[in-house]
């Protein structure tokens, strides 16, 4: 620690913490914009590539025309998904932003040792909890509903290729191993989100902590 003139050592964890809360809060502000240019871009392209049709390749087939047609069924249900799934997705990536400023600021009022920094960060680690966690749920809804059309469309090719064949059923869903995964991604995805926050909370809940929140000199 480095003495100041009046012989006080101050704490270090201020700068610490603030300046792990100004990266990571810089940084969210950049994921948060970009995923809400992907929200928008999905607004305004999602409807005409939901109806799009593809020239076929099947000829006289028809076989192939069924298949052709089965994944252009699947292609649109899931563009359709993500479309009506794109409008909640803006005004959750819009709050995420306010969110990540929110920690930013947070941040730069901790690094200057300014006692409003405790309520700040407070006050974003609970709206980064909720509003977070639901844009996970939103997620997790999206992906489903597409893990539901690829399985299908998967699950329904499996079963005409052995029937057609004489091979043996495949002993397992490719529907339900989607479903696994991307709930198993969901799960993670809200453990590293809920990471940041719960140590701030805990940190700044510490009794030593708001002592020197609250009687050290050097805060303001």
Known sequence: MQEQEDGIYPSRW???LGVVCIVFGALGMLYSASQLMGSIMMTVMGPGMAQMSFPSTAGSDPELKEM???????????????????????????LL???????????????KRKRIAAPVLQGWAYAKLVVGLFGIFLMHRMMS???RSMGEFADNQIA??????????????????????????SVFMAIWLAILPVIVLIWLNRSVVKNDIKQGPLWS
């Open 145 to 147: 509903a597409m893990s």
């Open 68 to 94: 052709e047609a089965a994944m252009e069924e699947m292609m649109g249900d899931m563009m359709t998904g993500m479309t009506e799934m794109s409008y909640p997705r803006i005004a959750v990536d819009s």
């Open 14 to 16: 201020p700068t610490t």
């Open 97 to 111: 932003i306010l969110i990540a400023i929110g920690l930013l600021v947070g941040g730069i009022l901790l690094v």
């Open 160 to 185: 005409t290729a052995t029937t057609s064949g004489g091979s043996a059923p495949v002993p397992f869903s490719i529907g339900k191993m989607y479903s696994v995964m991307f709930a198993a991604q």
